[in-house]
């Protein structure tokens, strides 16, 4: 085993600066989540934006494959917030690239000062309920919140699960993307198989009032906090096996949990009370 492992690790993947928070997978659970929360006002106003019978989850990663097409979006995704840091500071961490844009923070700001106004066009309110649902889940992927090692991106890890579903072969990958999407999609099947998890777990312990309460600046710091545990953490053979894939499913489930009941909360304000701000571009 330990040679497969070397030689897996010998022609590792580095997917050193992307950051396509939770993956597909963990963007549908969030999403999902949420949307079985959505009140009566809500929902309408979801239906009215994305037409009938879409989902959140149909829209959840929409924002990924914008930024492709725009890089102007490419820093909405993250907040690179320094290892050593305690805590959010925009006028270090969300300072303006032209061309890559400022940060996830403000970008969110940006989206719920849009989604729900009535005095801003139909398509840019779509738009901003597009990114708004990916950018929530983004928050709440600790790696999303840390500028050391490119989020993670730059730390080689190997995945090695005997227990787990999916395959049991090793594979190369990194930290961020082990915790994007390898560490969720050995647990279950599927993003359905996800959402009924921890609707049965996490969630039914949740307290939803606590979760809810805060700022995204609470949350990102939240997030941060998580994410300096994640670096120190990785083992020192830098093989993800599932000891390591058990010891963090609380992190995973409960970040997933949190994101959906939160984006929930964010969406049934915003429609409730038809928020606006000044209006600006999204």
Known sequence: MLRRIGVAVSVVFSAAGAANAWGATGHSV????AQRRLNAETSKGVAELLGP???????ASWADDERVRDKTTTRWHFVSIPGTAIAYEASRDCVLDPALGDCLIAAIERQLAAVACPRQPLESRQRALKFLVHFVGDLHQPLHTIDDQGGGNGI????VTQEAVNGNLPYNSNLHSAWDAGLIDKTTWSWG???????????KTAVVSAVTAGTTIDWANESHLLSVAALKAVPSNIVLDDA???SNLPVLDGQLGR??????NLLNLAFATGQCTADQPN
């Open 30 to 33: 969030v999403t999902e989540i």
């Open 53 to 59: 019978g879409a989902s959140l989850a149909s829209i």
């Open 156 to 159: 080689v890890v190997t995945l």
């Open 193 to 203: 198989s996800s959402v009924e998890r921890l609707e049965s777990g996490w969630l």
């Open 244 to 246: 390591y894939r058990r």
């Open 259 to 264: 994101a959906g009941l939160r984006l929930a």
